[in-house]
């Protein structure tokens, strides 16, 4: 048998924007964890350029984005820009929060993979999360 | 409450029903799960019987309303005399906006004001600040300066209306505003009425907007305690408040044993500047969640009411009954509304407040049923508001007080609830206070745990939410057009702000910054130069950066 080890998953939980409703980041991190993935958690109020850099720094596969206060259609964006001039084209961005349908389409389009509102079950997270990250090479 | 021949009866009886009577009738229809608990994890039994409250001494521990340690609610009519202020949270996008809300609100019958502010003024930054990027007026009303606090006020008579800001690091920068306003308005400070939130200490482990690090964020807690106490008589300092605790993940026991522990900490500080506990005690103020198990619910605000009393008599030995008081707002709990079918939430929130009217609260914000989607459309407002009335005039609950006292559970579960709150305190008293346990992270854990433990239940269909984990369908209906904060708001706040600090006398500005770095260095009580700052037009963030660059940032202690 191979002895061939899966390398794990490493995630970046942040949020962005001044809101501190840390509680969905909180348990998400930990399902993640708990799922077997490696996962930094940002703490709160992280400027988009922090984000990126802490991705960058951590080589992280996924990015997953929490965000309740409305400023998400100035922020996401702003980050996504930043990810691409970085060169992470390859990381997969989430995002959880109070983000309205036509917000999510807008943020679909720019790259964001998923939008998980309330209610969504930390399974249906970390399947998303194990089916979505790109290999590495 | 009972002799003991009639409990030794019942108690024999009891054991015959148990034996008997039960398994017969379980034997044929097993119950739906082996174990009920409320929602905190309380285990319930099956049924309460008098030898559940054998312990109670009625007079002791429940006694007559408005009288020690009033269990039974703090005034001697309660509803009857006057229902509780039906008061509204609300602000968002200018303060011309939201100060048509607060019309709208005071026109369908609301009775007092409560402003909810946008994230960079609870952060105290002004709008065009770089951390501003984005949140203008997104989850509140913008307030920079003294100039947006005169709009949104604009028309409200200040005598007459009670207001309620929920704002804490700045807390002193908007009071000094309102202060502001009602002397423009010519009412008398005594006449000022409403609260501050003002509860520094529960941003570290709940609300998390800190600005300042514990010990002077504390500081400027109690600078508004002890202004107040000498200047603003009617006006409650401090709202010390559990709700935020309970949004976080805690359970309804750590939410009254943290908060109350809080309140400790407040009156302990408050003490050391001199003041004594009947000067100041009695405008203390407190703010709770109700949430979706209405007897644990009721239980958790009888309970509160009766171990402050005890608190306030016994350790800080008050003499004066009020300082025994403990005011109550209650806000049905956000974290249990749903994206999923919103209307449910309308019934959810009808039950969480009419759990905080038989507990018997003083103040009460009824959440809207888009809450989960978005900011709260006037249609949903107008229901919540709605909710309210129909419990106040139709349910009947507020006819007789405390009505479901004598109820062999929630006098059990009032126990209960204040026997495991006095645990806790007893632990956070012998961690040193709650300064140390913050610094030491065991609220912060101690809130995670709680709220991976319901989500883990829920995930597990161990907990029913309706909507969420059962019952649930493919296609959500909103009723209703969902409130959007255009992006003029931002443009037209930025307008305002340039003007004001066009328009204003610079050189007094400047010597305002200056006399407040001074006193803030010398641990003065800044309160009095805030006012005349404010006055000068000094904004919001001019303010809190001075404060900052000399108490410092507070470092948030990250544990997931």
């Not at chain 2, 029903?17 to 739906?32: A, F, Q």
């Not at chain 2, 401090?238 to 993940?249: F, K, L, Q, T, W």
């Not at chain 2, 009460?364 to 229901?383: G, I, K, Q, Y």
Request: proline share 4%; glycine share 6%; aromatic share 8%.
């Amino acid at each position: 048998m191979s002895m061939k080890r899966e390398k794990k998953i490493r995630v970046v939980i942040a949020k962005p924007g001044l809101d501190s409703h840390d509680r969905g980041a909180k348990i998400v991190a930990r399902a993640l964890r708990d799922a077997g993935m490696e996962v930094i958690y940002t703490g709160l109020r992280q400027t988009p350029e922090q984000i990126v850099e802490t991705a960058l720094q951590e080589d992280v596969d996924v990015i997953g984005l929490s965000i309740l206060s409305g400023a998400h259609m100035t922020l996401f964006p702003r980050i996504m820009e930043l990810l691409k001039k970085r060169g992470l084209n390859d990381v997969l961005v989430f995002a959880g929060g109070i983000i309205p349908q036509e917000d999510v389409r807008a943020l679909k389009k720019i790259g964001i993979k998923e939008v998980f509102g309330p209610g969504t079950p930390t399974s249906t997270l970390v399947e998303f999360v194990r089916e979505n990250t790109p290999k590495r090479k | 409450m009972f002799d003991e021949r009639k409990l030794s009866e019942i108690k024999k009886a009891r054991q015959k029903w148990e034996k008997t009577t039960v398994p017969n009738w379980v034997g044929r229809h097993p119950e739906r799960k082996n174990d009920y608990t409320t929602t905190s994890g309380i285990p319930v039994k099956r049924l309460y019987t008098p030898e559940d409250v054998e312990s109670i001494d009625y007079l002791k521990d429940l006694g007559f309303p408005s009288e020690f340690p009033f269990t039974r609610g703090l005034h001697a009519t309660m509803y009857r005399g006057r229902l509780w202020t039906m008061r509204m949270f609300s602000g968002f996008a200018t303060a011309e906006q939201t100060n048509q809300r607060f019309k709208y609100l005071l026109k369908e019958g609301e009775t007092g004001l409560s402003i909810a502010f946008d994230y960079p003024t609870i952060m105290g930054y002004d709008s065009d600040q770089a951390m501003s990027l984005g949140e203008v007026g997104q989850c509140g009303v913008a307030v920079s300066h003294l100039k947006d606090m005169e709009v949104l006020l604009d028309g409200i008579p200040l005598d007459k209306v009670s207001t309620s800001m929920t704002i804490n690091g700045p807390a002193g920068m908007l009071l000094a505003m309102y202060v502001a306003v009602g002397d423009q308005q010519g009412v008398p400070r005594e006449k000022l009425n409403g609260t501050t939130q003002n509860d520094n200490l529960k941003e570290f482990f709940a609300q998390k907007l800190c600005i300042f690090p514990p010990r002077p964020a504390l500081k400027m807690s109690v600078d508004l305690i002890e202004y107040c106490a000498r200047h603003l008589p009617s006006w409650n300092p401090i709202s010390i408040s559990g709700y935020h605790i309970r949004e976080a993940g805690s359970n309804a026991v750590q939410e009254l044993a943290f908060t109350l522990a809080d309140g400790i900490a407040y009156v302990e500080s408050t003490l050391e500047r001199g003041l004594k506990v009947d000067n100041f005690a009695n405008r203390l103020s407190f703010f709770f969640a109700s949430h979706n198990d209405i007897f644990e619910e009721i239980a958790k605000f009888r309970a509160a009411r009766r171990l402050w009393a005890r608190i306030m008599k016994e350790r800080f030995k008050a003499k004066n009954p009020r300082s025994m008081w403990m005011r109550m707002h209650v806000q049905t709990s956000g974290c249990t509304l749903t994206a999923q079918q919103p209307t449910n939430n309308l019934i959810r929130v009808a039950f969480q407040a009419l759990a905080a009217v038989l507990g018997g609260t003083q103040s009460l914000h009824t959440n809207s049923f888009d809450e989960a989607l978005c900011l709260p459309s006037e249609e949903a407002v107008r229901a919540a508001l709605r909710t309210q009335q129909l419990i106040a005039h139709e349910s009947g609950a507020a006819n007789t007080i405390d009505p479901v006292a004598g109820s062999y559970y929630v006098e059990a579960l009032t126990n209960e609830m204040e026997e495991r709150a006095m645990k806790y305190i007893d632990k956070i008293d012998s961690m040193g206070g709650v300064i140390p346990a913050t610094e030491k992270g065991f609220f912060q854990r101690e809130i995670a745990d709680s709220a991976y433990k319901y989500q883990k239940e829920i995930e597990r269909r161990e907990r029913t939410i309706v909507g969420i984990n059962d019952y649930t369908v493919e296609e959500d209906w909103v009723p209703i057009d969902l409130l959007r904060i255009p992006p003029h708001v931002e443009k037209e706040q930025l307008a305002r702000l340039q003007r004001v600090r066009r328009e204003r006398n610079q050189r007094k500005v400047k010597e305002m910054l200056g006399k407040l770095h001074d006193e803030a260095d010398k641990n003065k009580n800044l309160m009095p130069t805030i006012i005349e700052a404010v006055k000068a037009y000094t904004t919001l963030g001019e303010i809190t950066d001075v404060l900052r660059s000399v108490f410092g940032e507070y470092k948030e202690l990250i544990l997931v």
